[in-house]
């Protein structure tokens, strides 16, 4: 698994050819989900883009006008970030990030993990091995296998590069 590291004034990482495909994957739904799929009753768009008033519908509407068209721009922008930094084509490579594009990753990370979260039901108290193990016994190729990696490794990618920039 690749890991994020310092290099001067750049964050740096390798990336095997199934990690670009993944997070290409990833960064892509996310973009679709916050255009073609934008649907205020999915709970992944109420997760990012909670209710900022929840005891005032009509509080929470006004500030939702005034604000959402620019955090869905920012954050389909991030996703794009992820797009933009990996190798082209079905090669894996280097990535290297300066600061704002690192930030762009960490919050698009963010996103990309709380989609999945609410997706695969993960809670505050949810010990994700123990979940992986459980779905690895009920059925090792299912798809929630899959999912419940994928959602461990965009954490595992998140911490190695919030420990980059903090080093």
Do not use: C
């Amino acid at each position: 698994m690749s890991m994020f590291r310092r290099q001067g004034d750049r964050y740096a990482a390798i990336f095997a050819v199934d990690e670009v495909r993944v997070l290409r994957k990833v960064a892509s739904e996310v973009v679709g989900l916050l255009t073609d799929g934008f649907d205020h009753g999915d709970p992944v768009v109420g997760r990012l883009f909670p209710e900022v008033y929840p005891d005032d519908a009509a509080g929470s509407a006004e500030f939702r006008r005034y604000t959402e068209g620019d955090l869905k721009t920012a954050k389909i922008d991030q996703a794009g970030a992820i797009l933009a930094a990996l190798p082209d084509g079905e090669a894996g490579g280097e990535v290297r990030l300066d600061a704002e594009a690192a930030e762009a990753w960490l919050r698009a990370l963010n996103d990309a993990r709380l989609a999945m979260g609410v997706r695969l039901e993960i809670k505050d108290g949810t010990d994700l091995g123990e979940e992986l193990d459980d779905a690895v016994a009920e059925d090792p190729t299912s798809s929630r296998v899959f999912q419940l990696s994928v959602y461990a490794y965009l954490g595992y990618l998140q911490e190695s590069l919030l420990n980059a920039l903090i080093d």
